[in-house]
């Protein structure tokens, strides 16, 4: 059940963080304002998720660090993709 809980949380956050990220850089890269709150809340996401996974799912805290790192990987190379089929 913790894995479970661990993996689906983390997923979860990985998939945000990978849009806030992409948000970040499209706000950078494209020369418009307002890229700095997205910018720090991609930062905290993580940090917010694992300290809630911690207090509250001990045992599932190493799970749903592998479900971000998992999420952010296969999303990007996923995100990678499909702009180069376009």
């Given at each position: 059940?913790?894995?479970?809980?661990?993996?689906?949380?983390?997923?979860?956050?990985?998939?945000?963080?990978?849009a806030l990220l992409l948000l970040f850089t499209s706000r950078v890269t494209g020369g418009g304002g307002k890229f700095v709150a997205a910018g720090l809340a991609q930062w905290v996401l993580p940090f917010a998720a694992l300290l809630l996974v911690g207090i509250f799912y001990t045992r599932a805290l190493l799970w749903a660090g592998?479900?971000?790192?998992?999420?952010?990987?296969i999303g990007a190379i996923v995100y990678i993709m499909m702009r180069k089929g376009r």
């Amino acid at each position: 059940m913790n894995i479970a809980v661990g993996l689906v949380i983390g997923v979860l956050v990985g998939l945000g963080q990978l849009a806030l990220l992409l948000l970040f850089t499209s706000r950078v890269t494209g020369g418009g304002g307002k890229f700095v709150a997205a910018g720090l809340a991609q930062w905290v996401l993580p940090f917010a998720a694992l300290l809630l996974v911690g207090i509250f799912y001990t045992r599932a805290l190493l799970w749903a660090g592998i479900g971000i790192a998992a999420a952010l990987i296969i999303g990007a190379i996923v995100y990678i993709m499909m702009r180069k089929g376009r």
